[in-house]
């Protein structure tokens, strides 16, 4: 519902669940971006691919948009990793 809200109000979304993207593909489209929505769960902290497309997305500087979809332990590993996040959402 949220990509679609976007793509309604004039941004262009890539919505990669159930898509089995590149990392030559991933990085076109990371650096094509403005800014990056990670929707942040248990199952995207497992995930490679995301795993990649965050870590991609931060070193070349693209701002990122957490958002927690539950509470998890995965907030505590995200902002072990990136230490001002643990400032921004608090």
Excluded at 15 to 37: H, P, R, T
Aim: aromatic residues 12%; proline residues 3%; charged residues 20%.
């Amino acid at each position: 519902p949220i990509a679609f809200l976007l793509e309604q109000n004039g941004f262009n979304v890539l919505f990669d669940k159930g898509v089995n993207v590149d990392s030559e593909l991933y990085q076109s489209i990371i650096d094509d971006a403005d800014l990056v929505v990670a929707f942040l769960s248990d199952d995207y902290a497992q995930s490679q691919n995301c795993q990649f497309e965050l870590t991609l997305s931060k070193k070349k500087g693209k701002q990122i948009i957490p958002v927690y979809l539950t509470h998890s332990d995965l907030v505590k590993q995200i902002t072990d990793i990136f230490p001002t996040w643990g400032k921004q959402c608090k």
